[in-house]
């Protein structure tokens, strides 16, 4: 296969612990071709080697910012997370742009992790553009026979929580998060039901977006008189629905505001 010597070249140095000493210009290379193994249709390819080693390295100490950003704009572009995001036939491709707002999310992660200091306005941005691939994505299958995970709702969740406990999330971003996420939750529900945890999924970053938020009367106020269809959320059966995954999330994981949780409780009264 073509590439793949560069991303077993890649593997080993990770495995060695050897990035460290490698020009960056040259790690680079090597990731720009691991990537090309997104939108391959091998998914034990795709997610048990090349997926897990790039998550591992992007959440990694070895990451320097350079390569941060260079991944970041790589990923985040029309080569990759928006590479014919109107298409509902390439499966692959979909599976090429599913993974890589996984591997943002990974990225984001790690930032957090190791405390690399993300620009609050680079990370409210990139906050719009991941909620604007969701959007626009038109496969939203869970598992496909052929092609393995693909997963689209489930990983665009998976990066949203990231950005919403990192460090450098400002209220603004948490807003964000917070209304688009139960938007998309109602208009999706009227097309189709959540499976494979996408829900779940989406119910933790939401959550974790919920809690951040100081005034739960700004809250009260976006579920009272925000509408979808002529009714208010309050009133949209999917969005309630959805708001019982989320109590039951910050009740297991035991991270609700007590003015969350009374607003939760009093929705199901």
Not at 9 to 24: G, S
Not at 67 to 74: H, K, N, S, T, Y
């Amino acid at each position: 296969m073509e590439h793949w010597d560069s991303f077993l070249k890649f593997r080993e140095f990770l495995l060695q612990n050897t990035l460290h000493i490698q020009p960056e210009s040259d790690i680079c290379e090597l990731l720009s071709d691991s990537f090309s193994f997104l939108d391959n249709s091998d998914y034990k390819i795709r997610d048990k080697q090349v997926y897990t080693t790039l998550a591992n390295y992007f959440e990694s100490e070895n990451l320097t910012p350079y390569i941060r950003q260079w991944a970041l704009d790589l990923l985040s572009g029309e080569t990759y997370l928006l590479d014919k995001i109107l298409n509902t036939e390439d499966l692959p491709v979909a599976c090429k742009r599913s993974f890589s707002v996984l591997l943002i999310g990974n990225i984001i992660t790690g930032d957090a992790k190791y405390d690399r200091q993300f620009g609050v306005l680079a990370l409210h941005n990139l906050c719009q553009l991941i909620i604007q691939y969701l959007n626009l994505e038109k496969v939203t299958l869970g598992y496909h026979e052929k092609y393995g995970w693909i997963h689209a709702i489930a990983h665009t969740a998976d990066a949203l929580n990231s950005i919403a406990q990192h460090p450098s999330s400002i209220m603004m971003t948490h807003r964000l998060i917070v209304s688009e996420i139960l938007k998309f939750v109602d208009l999706f529900g009227q097309k189709s039901l959540f499976q494979n945890d996408e829900g779940g999924r989406l119910a933790l970053a939401f959550s974790n977006a919920i809690v951040k938020l100081e005034q739960i009367d700004e809250i009260q106020n976006f579920w009272t008189k925000d509408y979808v269809f002529g009714e208010p959320f309050s009133q949209r059966e999917n969005t309630r629905n959805f708001l019982r995954a989320v109590y039951y999330v910050l009740n297991k994981q035991k991270i609700g505001t007590d003015g969350v949780m009374k607003w939760l409780e009093a929705i199901f009264d």
